[in-house]
């Protein structure tokens, strides 16, 4: 069984750049997240989608962050512009209502 | 909302020695509690699953153990081995498909 892929695994980019992440969860996992995880503290939800509809993104800085899940499949997250406070590796994951599967994350560092 | 906290953030063992990690939460309505492992620069790895009408959850050495009455949840692995060196984090789901996490208990396996 694949598992959850995540692409750029690393980026780095200036302050008021922007940033866009991808991921592919695992086939028929219904439920994807976004985690932000800052070094030294656990993931944080950034946002949760059902198929193709948003549980929950009352976390999201939407000043700056987007996310979209197309067809209910795969996702991307869209930094615009990026601040410093930004760097964090970003994690998807997926789940069909049992355990969790991650990817290995996309390492962002903004300078 | 529910908290969830992990002590100690750190732990160093010699080889051999058993690990007992803690997951406290505020919030005693959940649907399940799961631990991952963290290695350095990479995802989360799903170790146990413990669903609420449980009490514990073995795998090989890992055995979790779960109280929802105190709101906790313990980690126990025997036998610890260098290779056991990550971070451990917990994460509840509160019955509506959101996963809160605890910021993990680093620890090190002396050989």
């Known amino acids: 069984e694949a598992g959850v892929a995540q692409s750029p695994r690393y980026k780095i980019i200036e302050k008021r750049q922007s940033v866009a992440f991808w991921c592919n969860p695992i086939s028929g996992h219904a439920t994807l997240y976004w985690y932000q995880q800052i070094l030294g503290q656990g993931p944080k939800l950034l946002i949760q989608f059902q198929n193709n509809g948003v549980v929950d993104d009352s976390q999201l800085p939407k000043d700056r962050f987007s996310a979209e899940r197309l067809k209910g499949v795969d996702s991307t997250l869209k930094i615009q512009p990026a601040k410093l406070e930004d760097s964090a590796v970003y994690l998807c994951?997926?789940?069909?209502?049992?355990?969790?599967?991650f990817g290995e994350g996309s390492w962002l560092t903004v300078v | 909302k529910q908290e969830v906290t992990q002590i100690p953030a750190a732990l160093s063992v010699p080889e051999g020695e058993n690990l007992v990690l803690n997951c406290s939460f505020t919030d005693s309505a959940i649907y399940n509690l799961q631990w991952f492992r963290q290695d350095p620069g990479k995802g989360l790895t799903s170790l146990l699953l413990?669903?609420?009408?449980?009490r514990e959850q073995t795998s090989g050495r890992l055995n979790a153990s779960l109280d929802k009455s105190s709101g906790r949840s313990t980690l126990y692995i025997a036998a610890s081995q260098p290779g056991d060196s990550a971070t451990y984090l917990c994460a509840v789901d509160s019955n509506d498909y959101k996963l809160s996490f605890g910021a993990g208990t680093t620890v090190t396996v002396r050989a």
């Open positions: 413990i669903q609420s009408s449980q």
């Open positions: 994951a997926s789940t069909q209502r049992g355990s969790l599967y």
